[in-house]
């Protein structure tokens, strides 16, 4: 899902569906097309990642599971985004992944708040109520921004204007914002930089970047959607379609943000190794057990990596202080090498897993061969300080399958992994 060529179904008029078929199987989508009528009958047929359908909608559209973008005019749908006509491939592509992304990382954080919870675990509860928003305008002080803040002010949203890009970034690297607005008069290329500096900042990644332009139809929209643009308002649209095309991006960003709170509050010194802080063996098993129900449940992928490292020689005792120094420090490197909604166990000193949501076998072998790649470059101090040393991991990945326990899974993988024959499986 996370790059991987997601199953989309497209609805609408038949032209305009087979060339943007033609675009979204570019982009990496594997596509189906039908008209508005027949959508309920193909999800229903078979599964689907999202559904985007074109043109103007008389009913709703939803189907467990699916994520629905619709350009158009929604009528009485409520689409998980609407998009303004002429929408680009690159918006609808980026929307439709993000949207997944956003969905998989929700439905992880409800599961393993639970199992925290079930373990024992003290989880705060979150905060009540919905957060204020927090909206930077980047750009030279024009009647935009004025418009853009009289559109805002009844949402309760914080606009905050910065008239340059060195206050922007400023502000960008104190605070957290769920949205930019960058005004493209009167440079556009400034307004494209900002967007792509943000695209190359991991902790701007996910902030959606909108562009503010004078005329309807804007010329560069290529270029803006290549660099990272969310979105491109016209300057003169009225106030409730710049208060909901904003406000829509800004809330999905708060969601994000409260799921990977939720998280990040699971990770309690109960349910955790002192040595890595990546989960336990005995949590780890409970959890694994709600991943591969949630996935055949939502009919969704699910994949697990198998780990050991071994110490050579250089660091001594396999059982010694230098060599189970290195190994936490290897497991502690494992921790970030995975998204917030993985899951990171360590069953003993040397052996580990990683369960990945929503995540084919080609795609885990990627996670594990980085994994390996990052530890060859990693020298450890051995017994001779003159003499560091390298640890050697071995990896197995095995894709659930259908009808499997979780407990089957996880032996199939270090199976695999102890007969020394490493190999993609897929399902």
Request: proline letters at 6%; charged letters at 20%.
């Amino acid at each position: 899902m996370m790059g991987r060529a997601a199953d989309l179904l497209i609805a609408g008029d038949l032209d305009p569906v087979a060339e943007l078929g033609g675009h979204l199987s570019g982009l990496g989508f594997r596509t189906r097309h039908c008209s508005l009528g027949r959508v309920g009958e193909e999800l229903a047929a078979q599964p689907y990642d999202a559904v985007v359908t074109l043109g103007t909608l008389t009913s709703e559209v939803s189907h467990p599971g699916v994520v629905h973008v619709h350009v158009g005019d929604p009528g009485p749908a409520k689409p998980d985004a609407i998009l303004r006509p002429p929408a680009h491939p690159i918006q609808i592509a980026a929307r439709a992944r993000s949207l997944l992304r956003l969905s998989v990382i929700e439905q992880v954080a409800a599961l393993r708040r639970r199992d925290a919870q079930l373990a024992g675990a003290p989880i705060q509860p979150g905060k009540a109520g919905k957060a204020r928003s927090s909206i930077l305008y980047v750009g030279a002080p024009d009647p935009a921004f004025m418009r853009l803040q009289h559109a805002l002010s009844g949402t309760g949203a914080e606009v905050i204007a910065a008239f340059s890009t060195f206050n922007a970034f400023d502000y960008l690297h104190e605070r957290a914002f769920d949205a930019v607005v960058l005004n493209t008069h009167p440079d556009p290329d400034l307004a494209h930089t900002v967007c792509s500096a943000m695209r190359r900042n991991t902790r701007l990644y996910h902030t959606p970047a909108l562009l503010l332009t004078r005329s309807e139809v804007y010329g560069s929209a290529d270029e803006a959607f290549a660099r990272g643009a969310s979105d491109i308002l016209p300057a003169k649209a009225q106030g409730p379609e710049l208060r909901a095309r904003v406000m829509a991006l800004a809330t999905e960003r708060q969601r994000r943000r409260a799921a990977k709170a939720q998280l990040e509050a699971c990770r309690q010194p109960a349910l955790l190794d002192e040595g890595s802080d990546l989960f336990v063996a005995e949590f780890g098993r409970a959890h694994l057990g709600s991943l591969v129900q949630a996935s055949a449940d939502h009919g969704s992928r699910l994949c697990l990596v198998a780990l050991s490292v071994a110490t050579p020689p250089a660091a001594g005792d396999p059982d010694g202080a230098t060599a189970l120094h290195a190994l936490d420090q290897f497991a502690s490197m494992l921790r970030h090498c995975v998204r917030a909604e993985d899951l990171a166990v360590r069953l003993d000193a040397s052996r580990f897993y990683l369960a990945l949501p929503s995540t084919p076998a080609e795609e885990a072998a990627n996670v594990a061969s980085r994994v390996a790649a990052i530890a060859e470059c990693t020298a450890y101090e051995g017994v001779d300080p003159l003499s560091p040393f390298r640890v050697e991991v071995r990896h197995a990945v095995e894709e659930w399958r259908a009808g499997e326990s979780a407990d089957a899974l996880h032996e199939r993988a270090f199976a695999q992994l102890d007969t020394g024959r490493l190999r993609l499986v897929a399902s």
